[in-house]
Nanobody, 121 residues
Framework: VQLQASGGGLVQAGGSLRVSCAASVRTFSEHVMGWFRQAPGKEREFVASIGWRSSSTSYSDSVKGRFTISRDDAKKMVYLQLNSLKPEDTAVYYC???????????????WGQGTLVTVSS
């Protein structure tokens, strides 16, 4: 499984951004997809996940109501729409995949290289 994240950049506080992740896996629709982030000097933390065939979504409390995760199984893509961005959202955003998934990095077997999102105040 290979994951390629893209779409990061510099945005002002209150702005929006969409990050994307392309997956190369034959059974993409049978994988839970997740987004995590890691700010400088901090541990990697859960942001959002989406189940098989978009069956369910989960968000961290810090992004709930502002971020939206979605997937396109035909294109083997997963997206994270980031709205109402805050400076504390600044981090490298990683996409991850696993047959089961969860809310901890330990539950995801496959990882992309990350894309940097910087929110200026």
């Amino acid at each position: 499984v290979q994951l390629q994240a893209s779409g990061g950049g510099l945005v002002q506080a209150g702005g929006s951004l969409r990050v994307s992740c392309a997956a190369s896996v034959r059974t993409f629709s049978e994988h839970v997809m997740g987004w995590f982030r890691q700010a400088p000097g901090k541990e990697r933390e859960f942001v959002a996940s989406i189940g098989w065939r978009s069956s369910s979504t989960s968000y961290s409390d810090s992004v709930k109501g502002r971020f939206t995760i979605s997937r396109d199984d035909a294109k083997k893509m997963v997206y994270l729409q980031l709205n109402s961005l805050k400076p504390e959202d600044t981090a490298v955003y990683y996409c991850a995949a696993d047959e089961s998934g969860g809310s901890s990095p330990a539950f995801f077997r496959y990882w992309g290289q990350g894309t940097l999102v910087t929110v200026s105040s």
